[in-house]
């Protein structure tokens, strides 16, 4: 949410005049657009504004970051401006002040992004913003604020100018996309109506396990140009601690959707995102987490360790937190389960024909290029092919957990 939103803000800053340059060190502005969803990161940006503003720039800290702190960010920012505010970022330039209110709607920022400038091979676009869930352990509601869908109309179009242009990928993109809603269109519908416009290919994230709906499976299955990928965070295994967090489900209800998605939707691939040492959580909770990640067989996850963000309602709840070695070692545990599972997934690709569209090069080795499967798995190119093209591949080997591919 946050690269597409830096995107559309670079536009909207050179449409009314500004110039970009190739390092912020140029720069007479820096514009920091942060998340604060994990402390590292935070840190970093603060970090950031700290040393760009003690060099002189006129420093603008924005997004999630902005709004979360306003009053201390002030202090070494020139402009704070939130996620909702975007629409006036290029007149408020030069002023010196907080600017935060996010119960805007982005009627500017939308125009922009529908007639971006810069238009890549693969784009993201924003269906929805805020979040009205109120995990006990997130900030989103209170630096997004609530949940606001965008017109299907606004939507349909920005897609339809991106395709126009070249675009083969989109994203659909919101907090929980399932629960978008507008004027009696619901996910379902827009997916529906979005892979009618013939896009080469569709995804879309985040879901939410209590919101996504077979409906959506269905569009799913129906469309061919709809890629096999659900990204479903289950957070933990343990129903005790989802209720804590007020996740609105079960395991058993998780595993219901996970296995409802399965057969509606052929060859789709699950990910997910799990946290570990949430306050409270016992031997018992985290081997649950454990035994559910082996029962699904997710095919990768992002795992992390829990951290209190103010002002969620677990950072004033809880008084203790999960000791810090505890804490790691469960992550490690967690890591190396996942990390198995999805070694052996990966191996019995060998053999096998997947349909890749190339994104880049190759971390390690930048003679090598790298691609996505339709079910959003990364695999490795033992050539060097173009950004954006579309080709297929025969899974050769498996290095670590990365399938490496033969273009056919
Ligand atoms: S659904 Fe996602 S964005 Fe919304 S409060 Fe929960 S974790 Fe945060």
Not at 8 to 14: A, G, K, S, T
Not at 173 to 178: A, L, M, S, T, Y
Request: aromatic share 10%; proline share 4%; charged share 30%.
């Amino acid at each position: 949410m946050n690269e597409y939103d830096s995107l559309i803000i670079r536009n909207m800053l050179q449409k009314e005049g500004f110039l970009l340059t190739d390092s912020p060190e140029k720069a007479d502005i820096v514009i920091i657009n942060g998340c604060v969803v994990r402390e590292k990161p935070e840190n970093k940006e603060i970090e950031l504004l700290k040393y760009y503003k003690h060099r002189g720039k006129f420093v603008i800290a924005a997004g999630c970051l902005a709004q979360k702190d306003k009053d201390a960010l002030l202090a070494f920012s020139d402009l704070v401006i939130g996620p909702m505010d975007y629409d006036d970022i290029g007149t408020l330039i030069g002023k010196h002040g907080a600017f935060t209110d996010y119960s805007k709607h982005r009627d500017r920022f939308y125009r922009y992004a529908k007639d971006r400038m810069e238009v890549s091979f693969s784009e993201y676009v924003t269906i929805m913003t805020g979040c009205d869930n109120f995990c006990s352990y997130c900030v989103v509601p209170f630096t997004r604020g609530r949940e606001k869908s965008r017109s299907a109309k606004d939507i349909l179009e920005e897609v339809e100018n991106l395709t126009k242009r070249g675009t083969i990928e989109i994203t659909l993109i919101g907090q929980n996309v399932n629960s978008y809603f507008h004027e009696g269109v619901d996910f379902k519908d827009l997916l529906d109506k979005v892979a009618r416009l013939g896009v080469r290919r569709i995804r879309f994230t985040t879901s939410h396990p209590r919101d996504i709906s077979p409906a959506v499976f269905d569009v799913m299955a129906r469309y061919e140009n709809i890629m096999p990928w659900l990204h479903l965070p289950l957070q933990t295994g343990s129903t005790r601690l989802l209720k804590e967090m007020r996740r609105g489900y079960t395991t058993e209800e998780y595993l219901y959707i996970v296995n409802t998605a399965r057969k509606m939707v052929p060859d789709i691939v699950i990910s997910t995102d799990i946290m570990v040492a949430y306050p409270t959580e016992t031997e018992e909770d985290f081997e649950d987490t454990l035994r559910i990640v082996k029962e699904v067989q997710f095919d990768y996850a992002y795992m992390f360790i829990y951290s209190p963000r103010k002002p969620s309602s677990a950072y004033y709840r809880y008084k203790t937190q999960i000791p810090r070695d505890i804490a790691v070692k469960r992550h490690r545990l967690l890591v190396d389960t996942v990390q198995r599972i999805v070694t052996e997934k990966r191996k019995k690709m060998i053999g096998r024909t997947y349909e890749i569209m190339i994104d880049g090069h190759s971390k390690k080795n930048p003679d090598l290029s790298r691609g996505k499967t339709r079910g959003n798995i990364t695999v490795v190119v033992n050539k060097n092919i173009p950004e954006g093209e579309i080709l297929e591949v025969k899974i050769v080997d498996v290095i670590g957990a990365t399938p490496v591919g033969e273009p056919i």
